[in-house]
C-alpha cells in the first residue's frame, strides 16, 4: 500500500466514520467547517488535513442502460500533510473496486484529466497531475468523474466545486 493510499484510506475512515475499529482514531480527528459543498477536516496524529465532498448526482449504466447497482460511500479527496510533503493530493473512491488497470476520468469544464486505479481507489500519476487538476478545480464549477467497475458497471459522478477553494485554503493553512 502506497503512502498515497493508505493517507486516503484514512482519511476517509476518518472523516466519514465508516469503520468501527475507526472510533479511537475518531477522536483525534475534526470535522472543522463546511464550505457550500466541501468539508475540511483534520487529524492531529501524524497531521493530515483534507477537504471532502460527496457527488450531487450519480448515475450507473451497463450496457449504455441505467443500472441499479450497490455502491459504497462516493467521495472526493484532497490531501495535505505537511510531515510527507504532500501539497494537495487528489484521491477518488467510487464505493466499489476498479478492474485492475482501469482509468478514470475527471471532466472540468473542457478540461480533462485521468487518473490511474488500485482497488477502490484513483490518483493522478504525479504531484504535477495533482497540481493541474487542483488548480482546474479551483476554477471550476463541477467535476464529472466517470469509471468502470470491475463488475463492468459504468458509473458517472458529479460534484460540485461550490466552496471547493475555500475549503483547500482552510485545509492548507491548518497543515502548515
Known amino acids: 500500500m502506497t503512502i498515497r493510499m493508505a493517507g486516503a484510506l484514512a482519511g476517509a475512515v476518518l472523516a466519514m466514520g465508516f469503520m468501527a475499529g475507526a472510533a479511537q482514531a475518531q477522536q483525534q480527528t475534526k470535522c472543522v467547517s463546511a464550505k457550500t459543498d466541501w468539508s475540511v477536516c483534520v487529524w492531529d496524529s501524524p497531521k493530515e488535513c483534507w477537504g471532502v465532498s460527496a457527488p450531487k448526482e450519480s ?25 510527507q510533503g504532500a501539497k494537495g493530493e487528489i484521491s477518488f473512491t467510487p464505493g466499489y473496486g476498479y478492474a485492475k488497470g482501469a482509468q ?54 458529479t460534484f460540485s466545486l461550490m466552496g471547493f ?12
Do not use: H, Y
Not at 59 to 83: C, E, H, I, S
Not at 125 to 141: E, I, P, R, T, Y
Not at 165 to 176: F, L
Open 59 to 83: 448515475v450507473n449504466t451497463r450496457g449504455g442502460k441505467p443500472a441499479q447497482v450497490r455502491r459504497g460511500d462516493t467521495m472526493l479527496f484532497v490531501t495535505f500533510r505537511p510531515g
Open 104 to 157: 478514470v476520468t475527471v471532466e472540468i469544464g473542457s478540461d480533462k484529466f485521468t487518473l490511474f486505479t488500485d482497488g477502490e481507489w484513483a490518483w493522478p500519476a504525479n504531484a504535477n497531475d495533482d497540481a493541474a487538476l487542483l488548480a482546474a478545480m479551483k476554477k471550476g464549477s463541477e467535476a464529472i468523474v466517470t469509471g468502470e467497475s470491475a463488475r463492468g458497471t459504468n458509473t458517472k459522478d
Open 165 to 176: 477553494s475555500a475549503a483547500m485554503q482552510e485545509a492548507e493553512n491548518r497543515c502548515k
